[in-house]
């Protein structure tokens, strides 16, 4: 693994078009290549963004089906790592889906997967009313995969909120790349997407990558946008100069500069183990 490796986050306005979805990413992976990047981020549901809440449902396929296909053989032909957040595969029946983040090497091969584990239930102040979990299933298990970019942890979008899981996959699983797909909704993305994503890079003290879903996608839902890439110190080091458009951001990952910051400040070292606070609780 090189000290630097050049990275890119997208940023789309997926609609309910699986053809034309695939037509942006394609277009997006080609001037990834032409920045000399070797891993490219896709936002969460790249693939397809329903006009109205579950029709994701009638898309959803098995992760070994025709529309992850497409995506191996865009990642082996252009020979570029894709880190796919927000696919929808299919459940355990045919009324749920998976809200699953795939990983694929530069040779086409699926190299890790997750499926979300916290469920956008959430009556958003001044929006509209979601219920994830009405055809989602939750994930359960916390995932991180090597990578020449890296130890990738890997989520999806609501999960930014709970900084238990990115924790985890700091200290318990290694992380040093944290990947954030996501569809923020505008109330909540102006509110809180920034200053949770560089909080999320300062306590884990690791380079997050969050590529977002932007603009209008039907006359039911919009989405915030403001694809970034920040370094383990909180900084913001790429990102696109507008919120809504089109397009990526580059940035150089510079392993040194993880290993500078966790060396001066080791709060691995400094931070109490789970059973002091199963201590703490028990006495209260």
Excluded at 4 to 22: H, I
Excluded at 138 to 167: H, K, M, N
Aim: net charge negative; aromatic share 8%.
């Amino acid at each position: 693994m090189t000290n630097t490796v050049r990275v890119v986050t997208a940023q789309m306005t997926s609609v309910n078009d699986l053809t034309a979805n695939f037509a942006t990413c394609s277009r997006l992976v080609k001037e990834a290549v032409t920045a000399g990047a070797k891993l490219l981020c896709f936002p969460e549901n790249f693939s397809y963004v329903g006009s109205k809440s579950g029709d994701s449902l009638t898309i959803s396929e098995p992760i070994d089906g025709p529309i992850m296909d497409k995506y191996r053989s865009l990642a082996r032909d252009s020979s570029i790592w894709l880190s796919l957040g927000g696919f929808q595969e299919k459940g355990s029946d045919d009324s749920r889906l998976r809200n699953t983040h795939v990983i694929i090497d530069d040779a086409g091969n699926i190299r890790s997967k997750y499926s979300k584990m916290h469920l956008f239930d959430v009556d958003v102040p001044g929006g509209a009313v979601y219920k994830e979990s009405s055809f989602t299933e939750a994930g359960e298990e916390i995932v991180a995969v090597d990578s020449p970019f890296g130890r990738l942890g890997l989520t999806v979008c609501y999960d930014l909120r709970f900084p238990e899981i990115y924790q985890q996959l700091r200290f318990n699983r290694g992380a040093e790349v944290l990947l954030v797909p996501s569809a923020f909704t505008k109330p909540t993305g102006e509110a809180h997407w920034e200053i949770l994503l560089r909080a999320r890079a300062i306590e884990t003290q690791c380079y997050v990558i969050a590529a977002a879903q932007a603009g209008n996608h039907s006359d039911e839902r919009e989405s915030y946008g403001d694809s970034m890439i920040i370094d383990p110190w909180g900084k913001v080091i790429g990102r696109l100069p507008d919120r809504l458009s089109t397009g990526i951001a580059v940035a150089d990952i510079d392993f040194s500069v993880i290993d500078s910051i966790r060396k001066k400040m080791p709060i691995d070292q400094h931070r109490k183990p789970s059973e002091f606070w199963r201590s703490v609780e028990a006495a209260l």
